[in-house]
Nanobody, 123 residues
Framework: QVQLVESGGGLVQAGGSLRLSCAAS????????VGWFRQTPGNEREFVAA????????WYAGSVKGRFTISRDHAKNAAYLQMNSLRPEDTAVYTC????????????????WGQGTQVTVSS
């Protein structure tokens, strides 16, 4: 239905910033809420942030609230995750997905996923 491609990951020192992009193909992207998740080896996919279809409301995991900002741009058919004050524990593969629910805090409620982008935060 919707193809998603994440980008913007990389290696950054603690306290630094990264901006992740979620580029979507297909006009139906605007009909869904968007969520960012992250996953480390041996762990379940962890909710990070979500944004409504209109972009008027957002929801954040407590571990990132105040540091990360999720946004979207319908004209560009994309969603973003601005990550500031990064910590080593933020290291993970970050993926974006689409959902018909908001807030959807479980990965099972998302339908389309990107392949993910690696974020590594060094001490």
């Amino acid at each position: 239905q919707v193809q998603l491609v994440e980008s913007g990951g990389g290696l950054v020192q603690a306290g630094g910033s990264l901006r992740l992009s979620c580029a979507a193909s297909g006009r139906t992207f605007s009909n869904y809420s968007v969520g960012w998740f992250r996953q480390t080896p041996g762990n379940e996919r962890e909710f990070v942030a979500a944004i409504t279809r209109s972009g008027s409301n957002t929801w954040y995991a407590g571990s990132v609230k105040g540091r990360f900002t999720i946004s979207r741009d319908h004209a560009k058919n994309a969603a973003y995750l601005q990550m500031n004050s990064l910590r080593p524990e933020d290291t993970a593969v970050y993926t974006c997905g689409t959902s018909t629910f908001f807030p959807a805090l479980l990965s099972r409620f998302y339908y389309d996923w990107g392949q993910g982008t690696q974020v590594t935060v060094s001490s």
